[in-house]
T-cell receptor, first 113, second 116 residues
């Protein structure tokens, strides 16, 4: 899983609560991404950031928020507005070059009780 | 818009036999293509990529992939599969045309089961 860490590994949330997933990288990458993975499905992009203090919505941003105050960190908040948050969340980073691959963290499994 | 299709949900192969995982893509410009592998409850690991040049790309763990522009395909292959190759495999594409943005689009994944 390279130089990307995600915490916690497992997270349980009650309905109506906001929770924040941590993602840190020491690869000196400018770009960072958040994906959601549901059973039997591919990855869907939630948010991405190519530079500090800037980020863009992906395909399924509703109910999520992010910040990018430091190059190394890209936390994701799952808000109570996200109607079906139970999923596996993956953080990734890469250089901004379009030909470069993304490196993934180990993931956080979020379960809503 | 860019898209990726992995037509097989699961591929079963006997250990020692050749393994092929299929991927087709659609982009408006030249494609940048990637293969990743995911083991249970883990993140994705990068296997290989095609950007330009030789159509046959070699990657990690003995995997290779062949880019075929006319068939818009990028199939992943391994000459002799191991039980430890059992995992979920993802193909991904990025449109090489900068105007298309920097988004990476993933296929739905193919589960590979290698039986002893």
């Amino acid at each position: 899983d390279g130089g990307i860490t995600q915490s916690p590994k497992y997270l349980f949330r009650k309905e109506g609560q906001n929770v924040t997933l941590s993602c840190e990288q020491n690869l000196n990458h400018d770009a960072m991404y958040w994906y959601r993975q549901d059973p039997g499905q591919g990855l869907r992009l939630i948010y991405y950031s190519q530079i500090v203090n800037d980020f863009q919505k992906g395909d399924i941003a509703e109910g999520y928020s992010v910040s990018r105050e430091k190059k190394e960190s890209f936390p994701l908040t799952v808000t109570s507005a996200q109607k079906n948050p139970t999923a596996f969340y993956l953080c990734a980073s890469s250089r901004v070059s379009r030909s470069d691959e993304q490196f993934f963290g180990p993931g956080t499994r979020l379960t809503v009780l | 818009a860019q898209s990726v299709a992995q037509p097989e949900d699961q591929v079963n192969v006997a250990e020692g036999n050749p393994l092929t995982v299929k991927c087709t893509y659609s982009v408006s410009g030249n494609p940048y293509l990637f293969w990743y592998v995911q083991y249970p409850n883990r993140g994705l690991q990068f296997l290989l990529k095609y950007i330009t040049g030789d159509n046959l790309v070699k990657g990690s763990y003995g995997f290779e992939a062949e880019f075929n522009k006319s068939q818009t395909s990028f199939h992943l292959k391994k000459p002799s599969a191991l039980v430890s190759d059992s995992a979920l495999y993802f193909c991904a594409v990025r449109d090489g045309d900068q105007a298309a943005g920097n988004k990476l689009t993933f296929g739905g994944g193919t589960r590979v089961l290698v039986k002893p």
